[in-house]
Nanobody, 126 residues
Framework: QVQLVESGGGLARPGDSLRVSCAAS????????VAWFRQSPGKEREFVAA????????YYGDAMKGRFTISGDNAKNPVVLQMNSLKTEDTAIYFC???????????????????WGQGTQVTVSS
């Protein structure tokens, strides 16, 4: 059992940067694919970014490319999502997820992940 704890987030203005972290309590994330998803009111949970379980390859949702960076070494604890050039539409609860058997083609699929954190709020407002 992996317990994931998110931290960071908070309130930012458009154009600002924020960082959110995902830590595995009492264990390592080595061998797990780790991803961030987000959900805003009335919308489905959306893929943000992921790092593959081996090799450190990273993947991003289209709206995040060029602005967000996920740390590429999931053996390190925590896994960090750096968010730059924030927009109001980035406002959401951000969730960390981990899965041991997630293959590359399923990294963007929330149903592929076994463990989830409680989420951390990110609000972007002027």
């Amino acid at each position: 059992q992996v317990q994931l704890v998110e931290s960071g987030g908070g309130l930012a203005r458009p154009g600002d940067s924020l960082r959110v972290s995902c830590a595995a309590s009492g264990s390592s994330l080595r061998g797990y694919a780790v991803a961030w998803f987000r959900q805003s009111p009335g919308k489905e949970r959306e893929f943000v970014a992921a790092v593959a379980r081996t090799g450190g390859s990273t993947y991003y949702g289209d709206a995040m490319k060029g602005r967000f960076t996920i740390s590429g070494d999931n053996a390190k604890n925590p896994v960090v999502l750096q968010m730059n050039s924030l927009k109001t539409e980035d406002t959401a609860i951000y969730f960390c997820a981990a899965g041991r058997g997630v293959i590359t083609s399923s990294l963007m699929n929330r149903e592929a992940y076994d463990f989830w954190g409680q989420g951390t709020q990110v609000t972007v407002s002027s």
